[in-house]
Protein backbone atom coordinates (compact mmCIF):
# COMPACT_ATOMS: atom_id res chain seq x y z
CA UNK A 1 0.00 0.00 0.00
CA UNK A 2 0.75 3.64 -0.43
CA UNK A 3 -0.45 6.86 1.32
CA UNK A 4 -0.20 10.57 -0.37
CA UNK A 5 -0.56 13.87 0.70
CA UNK A 6 -0.17 16.53 -1.63
CA UNK A 7 0.92 20.22 -0.73
CA UNK A 8 1.76 23.50 -2.23
CA UNK A 9 -1.37 24.79 -3.03
CA UNK A 10 -2.78 28.14 -2.88
CA UNK A 11 -4.32 31.06 -4.42
CA UNK A 12 -2.04 32.79 -7.85
CA UNK A 13 -2.94 35.42 -10.00
CA UNK A 14 -3.82 34.70 -13.37
CA UNK A 15 -0.03 33.81 -15.78
CA UNK A 16 1.59 33.06 -12.00
CA UNK A 17 3.01 29.42 -11.37
CA UNK A 18 2.58 27.37 -8.64
CA UNK A 19 4.51 23.67 -7.68
CA UNK A 20 2.61 21.10 -6.15
CA UNK A 21 4.16 18.03 -4.22
CA UNK A 22 2.81 14.89 -3.41
CA UNK A 23 4.56 13.00 -0.87
CA UNK A 24 4.12 9.03 -0.22
CA UNK A 25 4.63 6.36 2.06
CA UNK A 26 5.65 3.04 1.47
CA UNK A 27 8.39 0.98 0.39
CA UNK A 28 7.45 0.35 -3.04
CA UNK A 29 6.73 4.12 -4.34
CA UNK A 30 9.62 4.16 -7.37
CA UNK A 31 7.49 1.34 -8.94
CA UNK A 32 4.06 2.58 -9.20
CA UNK A 33 2.62 5.53 -11.58
CA UNK A 34 1.93 8.39 -10.03
CA UNK A 35 -1.11 10.34 -11.77
CA UNK A 36 -2.41 14.20 -11.10
CA UNK A 37 -6.31 14.62 -11.40
CA UNK A 38 -8.08 18.14 -10.57
CA UNK A 39 -11.96 19.05 -9.70
CA UNK A 40 -13.84 21.66 -10.60
CA UNK A 41 -16.25 22.86 -8.45
CA UNK A 42 -19.38 21.28 -10.44
CA UNK A 43 -17.22 19.36 -13.23
CA UNK A 44 -15.98 15.78 -12.54
CA UNK A 45 -12.66 15.09 -12.04
CA UNK A 46 -10.42 15.21 -14.78
CA UNK A 47 -6.98 13.85 -15.28
CA UNK A 48 -4.04 16.32 -15.69
CA UNK A 49 -1.33 14.15 -16.10
CA UNK A 50 1.28 10.97 -15.32
CA UNK A 51 4.28 9.65 -14.63
CA UNK A 52 5.14 6.54 -14.95
CA UNK A 53 7.63 4.15 -12.71
CA UNK A 54 10.08 1.46 -12.38
CA UNK A 55 12.83 4.01 -13.85
CA UNK A 56 10.54 4.53 -17.75
CA UNK A 57 9.75 7.77 -15.99
CA UNK A 58 7.41 8.10 -18.91
CA UNK A 59 5.35 11.19 -19.15
CA UNK A 60 2.02 11.82 -20.33
CA UNK A 61 -0.33 15.19 -20.12
CA UNK A 62 -4.04 16.08 -20.45
CA UNK A 63 -3.86 18.63 -23.65
CA UNK A 64 -5.01 21.32 -21.55
CA UNK A 65 -1.98 21.34 -19.48
CA UNK A 66 0.55 19.89 -21.90
CA UNK A 67 3.34 22.65 -22.66
CA UNK A 68 2.18 24.18 -19.36
CA UNK A 69 2.77 21.95 -16.49
CA UNK A 70 5.56 19.67 -15.89
CA UNK A 71 5.26 16.41 -13.51
CA UNK A 72 9.01 14.91 -12.30
CA UNK A 73 9.56 12.94 -9.23
CA UNK A 74 12.11 12.26 -6.91
CA UNK A 75 11.88 8.68 -5.70
CA UNK A 76 14.79 9.04 -3.12
CA UNK A 77 12.36 11.88 -1.63
CA UNK A 78 9.26 9.59 -2.24
CA UNK A 79 8.01 12.86 -4.21
CA UNK A 80 6.35 13.99 -6.84
CA UNK A 81 5.96 17.37 -8.33
CA UNK A 82 3.64 18.95 -10.40
CA UNK A 83 5.17 22.45 -11.74
CA UNK A 84 1.95 24.44 -13.62
CA UNK A 85 2.97 27.18 -14.97
CA UNK A 86 0.88 30.25 -16.82
CA UNK A 87 -1.87 29.14 -14.48
CA UNK A 88 -5.74 30.56 -16.02
CA UNK A 89 -8.77 30.74 -13.88
CA UNK A 90 -9.73 27.60 -15.89
CA UNK A 91 -6.83 25.90 -13.57
CA UNK A 92 -8.83 26.58 -10.33
CA UNK A 93 -9.47 23.44 -9.26
CA UNK A 94 -8.73 20.62 -5.88
CA UNK A 95 -5.70 19.08 -7.30
CA UNK A 96 -5.22 15.26 -6.32
CA UNK A 97 -2.50 12.50 -6.65
CA UNK A 98 -2.94 8.99 -7.27
CA UNK A 99 -0.89 5.87 -7.49
CA UNK A 100 -1.03 2.77 -9.13
CA UNK A 101 -0.08 0.83 -11.97
CA UNK A 102 -2.74 1.08 -14.88
CA UNK A 103 -2.22 -0.42 -17.84
CA UNK A 104 -2.29 2.19 -20.89
CA UNK A 105 -5.90 2.04 -21.46
CA UNK A 106 -6.15 2.99 -17.65
CA UNK A 107 -3.58 5.78 -17.31
CA UNK A 108 -5.97 8.82 -17.60
CA UNK A 109 -8.78 7.26 -16.01
CA UNK A 110 -9.19 7.25 -12.24
CA UNK A 111 -10.48 3.08 -12.28
CA UNK A 112 -6.55 3.03 -13.01
CA UNK A 113 -5.21 4.29 -9.68
CA UNK A 114 -6.11 2.78 -6.20
CA UNK A 115 -4.54 4.98 -3.89
CA UNK A 116 -5.08 8.90 -3.19
CA UNK A 117 -4.38 11.87 -1.26
CA UNK A 118 -7.11 14.17 -0.26
CA UNK A 119 -6.03 17.02 -2.47
CA UNK A 120 -4.62 20.38 -2.45
CA UNK A 121 -6.68 23.33 -3.24
CA UNK A 122 -5.43 25.63 -6.46
CA UNK A 123 -7.01 29.12 -7.04
CA UNK A 124 -6.24 31.22 -9.71
CA UNK A 125 -8.12 34.62 -9.51
CA UNK A 126 -6.89 38.06 -9.97
Known amino acids: QVQLEESGGGLVQPGGSLRLSCAAS????????IGWFRQAPGKEREFVGA?????????HYADSVKGRFRISRDNAKKTVYLQMNTLNPEDTARYYC??????????????????WGLGTQVTVSS
Open 98 to 115: AAGRPILSELRRETGYPY
Open 26 to 33: GNTFSQYT
Open 51 to 59: IRGSGGNTY
